[in-house]
């Protein structure tokens, strides 16, 4: 009996451990449901949440460009004031001067105050002004207005400007890589260059052989009264000008340009007692060969530039008499960091005058530079001049400062 008793009461103890077990079981299986209920439930919301953020940013932006829009339209159909209003900027150019030789002339001077103008005056052209105030007086420098699309690949320019005669003879004093222009243009180009009134055109040729090329045109008056007839436009002086550039590395590039010019000038002839003006040729010509150096990953702190220049001039005046003079020059430039830079110029020339076969005129300037700022820069310049006939030598040394206000610094035109 108490077997049974025993037996039976094994059997009661497994059923309801079984019963217990299995009650536990679906517990936790109905726990497990709610949860993955509550999580379905909240992953809806989070995206419904996330999408209804979505919206409301769509929203927000495409509100934001129809404002940006509305702000855009000129209802007047005028273009805004202060689109109107010119850039202008000013230079300032001065220096002190010491000469063994020429004591007289040491001292300080103030070169020249530049206001340069500039303006978009529609989508289809673009006008520069440069007016030089002096000691000696206000000079117009260059006045003139560009169509940048006149025709596919052509633009024309028309004013005062100076001429594409090989590289510098373009560049404003004050933006040289030197204290002066180089010896050979002062004396074979005159004074100030060749600065005239007309027009100019600029086509943008096809490329060979993977470069650029460019062939200017320029129609001006005979102003340059070194070279040509003086200011009337009797008969108008004719330049060409040839550029042609290659990228010969991702750091370096060769620029080569060729210039040929043509005019008249008035040469004085007495004509039975009188004075007669009677019109002779003018030629030029021009070489320039330029190569540059900027590492790319370096740009601001390393550059090397070897720039050569040379120039031919014949002007006729009565028979047999011509004047035939041959000039050129060569200058290397290092960047060595960002502010420092150091050169040295060597200029070669013939006088601009007769019977000057046997004559000839050099000059050494080496020079260092130092840009406080894009709008400060200061110069120590030293010129061995020296002729082969007379007694000509002179040593000079220039301490320069230029600095610039406005949006364009120290543009070379």
């Not at 103890?13 to 509550?38: P, W, Y």
């Not at 509100?63 to 000013?90: D, H, Y």
């Not at 530049?114 to 117009?140: C, M, R, Y």
């Not at 003018?282 to 040379?310: C, H, I, M």
Request: glycine share 6%.
């Amino acid at each position: 009996m108490t077997a049974k008793l025993s037996v039976v009461f094994v059997l009661v103890v497994v059923s309801v451990t079984g019963v217990f077990a299995q009650t536990q079981a679906d517990t936790t299986k109905n726990k497990l449901k709610q949860l993955e209920k509550r999580i379905r439930i909240l992953e809806q919301k989070l995206q419904q949440k996330e999408l209804e953020d979505l919206i409301c940013e769509a929203e927000s932006k495409a509100e934001s460009k129809v404002e940006e829009r509305k702000t855009k339209v000129f209802k007047s159909g005028q273009r805004a004031l202060q689109a109107i209003n010119p850039e202008i900027s000013i230079t300032g150019d001065i220096f002190g001067k010491y000469s063994k030789e020429e004591k007289d002339q040491n001292g300080a001077y103030f070169r020249v105050l530049g206001v340069h103008i500039q303006s978009n005056l529609d989508p289809f052209s673009l006008a520069k002004a440069t007016v030089e105030f002096n000691p000696e007086g206000v000079e117009l420098g260059e006045a003139y207005m560009i169509w940048t699309y006149f025709l596919p690949n052509i633009s024309l320019t028309a004013g005062k400007f100076r001429q594409n005669f090989g590289v510098v003879n373009r560049w404003h004093e004050h933006s040289l890589d030197q204290f002066e222009y180089p010896l050979a243009l002062t004396t074979i180009l005159g004074d100030e260059g060749l600065n005239q009134i007309g027009i100019s055109m600029n086509w943008l040729m096809p490329s060979i052989f993977n470069g650029v090329h460019n062939l200017t045109l320029e129609v001006t008056d005979g102003m340059n009264s070194h070279l040509f007839s003086g200011r009337t436009f009797t008969f108008p002086a004719v330049l060409a000008h040839l550029k042609n550039y290659w990228d010969l590395s991702e750091n370096s590039y060769l620029e080569i340009g060729f210039t040929g010019m043509y005019g008249k000038n008035k040469t004085p002839k007495p004509v039975n007692g009188i004075v007669e003006e009677v019109d002779k040729n003018t030629y030029l010509g021009g070489l320039d060969l330029t190569y540059f150096w900027q590492p790319v990953n370096k740009a601001l702190y390393k550059s090397f530039v070897w720039r050569n220049e040379l120039y031919y001039a014949e002007k006729e005046l009565l028979e047999p008499y011509k004047i035939k003079a041959f000039g050129g020059y060569s200058y290397l430039q290092y960047q060595f960091n960002e502010k420092w830079f150091v050169g040295a110029r060597f200029d070669y020339t013939q006088p601009f005058k007769l019977n000057n076969s046997d004559e000839s005129i050099i000059q050494l300037v080496p020079y260092v530079v130092w840009w406080q700022s894009h709008w400060v820069r200061l110069r120590l310049q030293y010129n061995l001049f020296k002729a082969n006939y007379g007694s000509q030598k002179q040593n000079t040394f220039m301490l320069q400062i230029t600095w610039a206000m406005g949006p364009h610094k120290h543009d070379r035109y």
